[in-house]
């Protein structure tokens, strides 16, 4: 979506008047069936496609006045839950399991870091990182975390995660906050 909506704004304005040119060819039609149809048949149907021209035109309307575009909406939620993944989860692992909502092999990967921690093969600081990251995937996901798993994660989450935190709140659904993951997690393969 690099286009930032301006072409899907653009398709949505085509469809429409697509839409709006083949309702003007159907009222055509009717009139000119007009005898082959029964009095209330024709009426029905000239009044639904009355109904429907009207709802095309005030889209339209809205479309060119500017109060209804795919670009503020999307662009924005995707600027924003972009910036929130990228700066609060440094892990592409962790990303793509919580994009997945994957919560069970998220817990599987700390219980990996736990044990990696312990014999050494893992630093304190990349240990604490990917911790935060997964118990807030985990959160996102609606899973309950341990009393220490909370006092670990306040005592150590960064503004970068509660930015995320705040974000995906203020966006209300988490299948948004998903979706996005999923497209970054896919960006970052390519």
């Known amino acids: 979506m690099a286009s930032r909506g301006t072409t899907e704004t653009s398709k949505l304005k085509q469809n429409l008047e697509e839409q709006l040119d083949r ?3 159907q009222l055509q039609d009717l009139e000119e069936c007009r005898e082959e149809l029964e009095a209330d048949e024709y009426e029905e149907t000239k009044k639904e ?7 095309i035109n005030d889209s339209l ?11 503020d909406e ?11 993944i990228s700066q609060a989860f440094k892990t592409p692992e962790v990303i793509r399991m919580f994009a997945k909502k994957q919560p069970r092999q998220l817990r599987t990967r700390l219980a990996e870091m736990d044990r990696d921690l312990m014999v050494g093969k893992l630093g304190r ?8 990251e997964i118990l807030t995937a985990l ?21 970068a ?12 659904s988490g299948d948004k906050v ?4 999923s497209f970054e997690v896919e960006k970052a393969k390519q």
Request: proline letters at 1%.
């Open 23 to 25: 309702l003007m060819q």
């Open 49 to 55: 496609t009355l109904e429907q021209l009207s709802e």
């Open 61 to 71: 309307k809205k479309i060119m006045s500017g109060d209804m575009t795919l670009v």
């Open 74 to 84: 999307l662009s924005g939620m995707q600027l924003a839950i972009q910036a929130a």
């Open 125 to 132: 600081d990349l240990y604490t990182q990917q911790k935060v």
């Open 139 to 159: 959160r996102k996901l609606g899973e309950k975390l341990t009393p220490d798993d909370e006092m670990f994660l306040s005592a150590n989450a960064g503004a």
């Open 161 to 172: 995660l509660s930015q995320f935190e705040r974000v995906s709140n203020d966006l209300g």
């Open 178 to 181: 998903f979706a996005l993951a």
